[in-house]
């Protein structure tokens, strides 16, 4: 007992002496926790000035392939252990909702360190449920010594007010106890961007001054004022139009910069250097930035998994926001301990030839389980039915009277269709088991088809015959006129499958 009151006296202590309210360092007034960002303290700016780092079109570029590696990226609500009526109710809900706009604001949590979505909610039907989840501008709020988000109200905009619990999804960059703001990429972009800015207007000027030859003018000795200034005026004139009259006895000599050239280079240098750092900070791009021709399968190869990581980081970011707005609906509305999640996904794209050599199968009478296209297509149990699940196979009148047959008529023999039962995976059937079940799949139609073409000859021969001794003895001369092609086909190709079968089998072994 004594042990334990020593670890709690211990806690608070340190406690003490971590909290910011404490700390001789924390230099805010009242509850302000002051911003961190480097660049806006030493550039005496707001965060408004983002806003105009956001204008340049190499990081707007950039912003957008980045968001749209996520966007593109389909979305579904799964279950998971939660209760089917509770999972159809939150994807109204889901569907209902602007999600493309969402997940776009919230996807600009890592330009501006963190982002806050208000919550709109409603009373709809006996239920609470968010009407709208609209981003709001991070200007707006600010932190407390205690990590608190608070917002800037007109009555209380220097503290600002504590938020009602469930109102705001608040998501953050690589947040930590002593920077709750956020890791901010346009903090870092701000440099580039203005280096690059000036590097351009400077250029700029340069074209202007530089590029445009100069005319240089000689006049003789003694002329007067007013010659030199008729000249100057030619020589204007000369540079706007290409024609100019000059005085007689002056000479015109055209002057070019020697050193323009190296000078436009090196602005042109500092810009794209300047470009490539904007890439790496927001794409992580290390292939068209510096790969100069050299490399470039290696560097495509850190390329493609730079970018996933940001795509998987960036989409981890959206679901984890996405999800905390669903466990809030079901506090608000259900009992239930398990809730349904939002889940983003690549869209697989369909193995064409896997398809083919399925659809040549299924042509051929093969019959694929709904765990089958689960496994290889990748498809949700609810989102698919197979054809024949909708399809009788029963053919019996249904008083229970047999159709009437010809005389010559072969009786149709009854085949069972196998009853296939729901299974878990511990009743996972035998291969055996699945070739038993394929071998019975041969319908009545298909049967009878063949069995009339094959033992036409036969019956007819029977029917045709005077005596049983008769039947017997031309029996033995049928045989060349009996065509089996369709029937032997049919064989060939069960055989086939049968073989598709066991080597699928030994694969997966």
Not at 67 to 88: D, Y
Not at 448 to 470: G, N, T, W, Y
Request: hydrophobic residues 35%; negative net charge; aromatic residues 8%.
């Amino acid at each position: 007992m004594k042990g334990i009151q020593q670890i709690m006296v211990d806690n608070k202590l340190y406690k003490e002496l971590t909290s910011r309210l404490n700390s001789t360092s924390f230099a805010s007034l009242l509850s302000i926790l002051p911003d961190p960002d480097i660049v806006l303290k030493k550039a005496g700016l707001t965060i408004d000035i983002y806003k105009e780092v956001m204008a340049d079109d190499q990081v707007s570029c950039c912003v957008l392939s980045r968001q749209s590696a996520v966007k593109k990226l389909e979305w579904r609500i799964e279950r998971g252990n939660a209760s089917e009526q509770l999972t159809k109710f939150i994807e109204d809900i889901f569907k209902s909702l602007n999600m493309n706009r969402i997940i776009s604001e919230i996807l600009n949590t890592p330009l501006y360190g963190f982002h806050v979505s208000e919550i709109l909610w409603e009373s709809k039907d006996g239920k609470i449920v968010p009407k709208d989840v609209k981003g709001r501008e991070n200007d707006n709020f600010h932190f407390d010594p205690e990590d608190r988000l608070r917002f800037k109200s007109k009555t209380n905009s220097f503290e600002g007010e504590l938020l009602p619990d469930k109102k705001v999804l608040l998501t953050q960059h690589n947040a930590n106890d002593d920077n709750p703001y956020g890791d901010r990429l346009l903090s870092k972009c701000y440099w580039k961007v203005y280096f690059k800015k000036n590097a351009f207007k400077f250029w700029m000027l340069l074209t202007e001054k530089f590029a445009i030859p100069w005319l240089f003018g000689k006049v003789p000795r003694g002329i007067d004022k007013k010659d030199k200034e008729e000249l100057r005026d030619a020589l204007v004139t000369l540079v706007q139009d290409g024609v100019a009259v000059v005085p007689e006895g002056s000479d015109v000599t055209i002057l070019e910069s020697a050193g323009k050239g190296v000078s436009a280079d090196l602005f042109e240098k500092i810009i794209l250097l300047c470009e490539n750092g904007l890439s790496k900070l927001l794409l992580g791009q290390t292939l068209t930035t510096q790969s100069d021709g050299k490399g470039s399968y290696a560097l495509g190869k850190v390329h493609a998994e730079v970018r996933a990581d940001i795509k998987d980081a960036d989409k981890q970011m959206v679901e984890a926001a996405l999800n905390q707005l669903i466990r809030w609906i079901c506090e608000f509305n259900s009992n239930e301990k398990d809730y349904p999640e939002f889940k983003m996904f690549e869209e697989e794209q369909v193995n064409k030839e896997l398809a083919e050599r399925d659809k040549t199968l299924t042509e051929t009478g093969l019959k694929f389980t709904k765990k089958y296209y689960q496994r290889k297509y990748n498809l949700q149990e609810d989102e698919f039915s197979l054809a024949s699940d909708n399809i009788s196979t029963e053919d019996n009148d249904p008083l229970g009277r047999q159709p009437q047959r010809g005389a010559n008529e072969i009786p149709k023999t009854k085949i069972q269709q196998p009853a296939f039962s729901k299974q878990t995976p511990k009743e996972a059937k035998s291969s055996q088991d699945i070739l038993d079940e394929f071998t019975d799949t041969i319908t009545d139609e298909e049967l009878q088809k063949h069995s009339e073409q094959f033992l036409k000859p036969v019956f007819d021969m029977i029917f045709s015959a005077s005596s049983h001794e008769e039947a017997i003895e031309k029996l033995a001369t049928l045989y060349s006129e009996m065509n089996s092609s369709d029937f032997e086909d049919m064989l060939a190709k069960r055989t086939y499958i049968a073989d598709i079968l066991g080597g699928l089998d030994i694969a997966e072994a």
